[in-house]
């Protein structure tokens, strides 16, 4: 145990006035020591357990999840559904020995997939949002979100979609696109005129 220069005078000036030295200074020490014990290791293992275990739990948000389970029987013609790793619209389902055959389209593709379902399959969660079209360049759109914030990660579409906003945009036109996405994808699927004054 260590005491203060402060504590060791205390207790040599208690000593040379008592009568009793060794009485008072045996109290004073057994005070000392009730009030301020030692701490053992215990505690700071304590601590250290607790640390690791949180840093070990697991994350259960699923709010950010890309898609969702659903049964089988729930599915339905036009509806979407995870085909392949592909996010689809449903576009024929049918019986089987084999369970239910689901026939969907990539909705960024436009390609054909087809998968067999027993129990349950994934539904990709689609959003879609409105960006004014500020300008092109390098293949990319400057874009602005409703919230008036740049966004400039997104590339012009191919084929005929993308030629016209880049004819419409020459014209000097405002327009406003809207995109749709989907498990980390992102495409342009129309636009329109923004309204002046917005």
Do not use: W
Not at 6 to 15: D, Q
Not at 21 to 34: A, R
Not at 72 to 97: E, F, H, Q, Y
């Amino acid at each position: 145990m260590k005491f203060s220069t402060t504590f060791i005078a205390l207790v040599a000036s208690t000593v040379l006035a008592s009568p009793f030295p060794d009485e008072s200074l045996t109290t004073l020490v057994t005070v000392t020591t009730s009030s301020a014990p030692e701490t053992t290791g215990s505690s700071d293992s304590t601590n250290t357990d607790a640390v690791q275990k949180a840093a070990k739990k697991p994350n259960n948000d699923k709010s950010s999840s890309s898609s969702s389970s659903q049964k089988c029987s729930a599915l339905r013609k036009n509806g979407n559904v995870v085909i392949k790793g592909r996010p689809c619209k449903i576009v024929d389902i049918s019986t089987s020995k084999t369970g239910t055959i689901v026939v969907g389209t990539d909705i960024f593709t436009q390609a054909k997939l087809q998968d067999s379902c027993t129990q349950n399959m994934q539904v990709p969660s689609i959003t879609r949002a409105d960006y004014q079209l500020l300008d092109i360049e390098n293949g990319y759109m400057e874009l602005l979100t409703e919230a008036k914030l740049p966004k400039s990660d997104l590339k012009v579409p191919t084929g005929e979609l993308g030629n016209k906003l880049q004819q419409e945009l020459d014209a000097g036109k405002d327009l406003t696109i809207t995109v749709m996405s989907s498990m980390g994808e992102d495409a342009v699927i129309s636009y329109k005129e923004t309204p002046k004054g917005h």
